[in-house]
């Protein structure tokens, strides 16, 4: 890109609009991939509240399972975040179909 070309592209992508675009679209892939990362880990989590509907010696024997519950969780929420942020939003000039396309 020439340097006029590039000028150009900067202060698009940088205006409020593509900014609150992409805060926008940043928004929904979070939400998209911690609603995966639940549903895969969801297990984990059922078990770690079960725990407490037994005695209180038992209670804290199903809590150790949220540390991978939430590991896996984050795991995929990051993960996916990134590399759809990456391939969607990252350096494009976004438009108004796009966050239609999205949902």
Known sequence: ????????????????????????????????????????????YLLAAAGLALPDAWAWAFVPLLIPAIWVSSHILLKGWHEDYGERVKGRVLKRDELRRLV
Do not use: C
């Not at 070309?5 to 675009?21: E, G, T």
């Not at 805060?23 to 639940?38: D, M, Q």
């Open 1 to 44: 890109m020439d340097e006029f070309k590039r000028a150009v592209f900067d202060a698009v992508y940088n205006s409020p609009q593509q900014r609150r675009l992409r805060l926008i679209v940043g928004t929904l892939l979070a939400i998209k991939h911690a609603l995966r990362g639940l549903l895969f880990s969801w297990p984990l």
